[in-house]
């Protein structure tokens, strides 16, 4: 992903938000900058576990097709396709840099009012404040577990 070489910057980083009353979340303006270089100010949203990711569309067809073309052949993916592709929608930036994430979205992961952004180099994933807290909870209380994957990266 990320292949086209005039894209530089990535989605990088934490922030928290709080959803208007209609589901509207102000997307941060530094990922506003790097969305604005794959040239849309459109995200295709889906959910993702326990939490949505946000795609620019040119990253969301490189995903859909490779989901499409060769999870096929990989054992029990059907559902999981199914349930990624089904549930995407397709996200505008408007002119006050929100999005609306729609009720369904909001609703099959149990989204509330609080919710944290975090910025994955391709891809933005968008959490419910207290899944989030609970995550990152989980991932200190086994963050020694790590370390044998971390060695074969060559980073400890």
């Known amino acids: 992903m990320g292949k086209d070489k005039t894209i530089k910057s990535r989605f990088r980083s934490k922030s928290e938000h709080s959803l208007d009353s209609k589901g509207r979340l102000n997307f941060p303006s530094r990922f506003r900058d790097v969305l604005a270089q794959y040239g849309s100010g459109t995200l295709m949203v889906t959910t993702w576990g326990k939490h949505l990711r946000a795609y620019p569309v040119s990253e969301w067809e490189m995903i859909e097709d490779k989901l499409l073309d060769q999870g096929k052949e990989q054992p029990r993916m059907a559902s999981f396709i199914r349930l990624v592709l089904a549930g995407v929608t397709e996200c505008n930036l408007d002119k006050q840099g929100r999005i609306l994430l729609s009720s369904p979205l909001r ?35 086994n963050f020694d577990s790590f370390d044998e994957g971390l060695s074969k990266l060559g980073i400890l």
Not at 117 to 136: H, N, P, S, Y
Request: proline share 0%; charged share 35%; no cysteine.
């Open 107 to 141: 609703q099959e992961i149990h989204m509330g009012k609080d919710v944290v952004l975090t910025g994955m180099r391709d891809w933005v994933e968008i959490w419910d404040k207290d899944a989030w807290q609970l995550e990152v909870q989980a991932t200190r209380d």
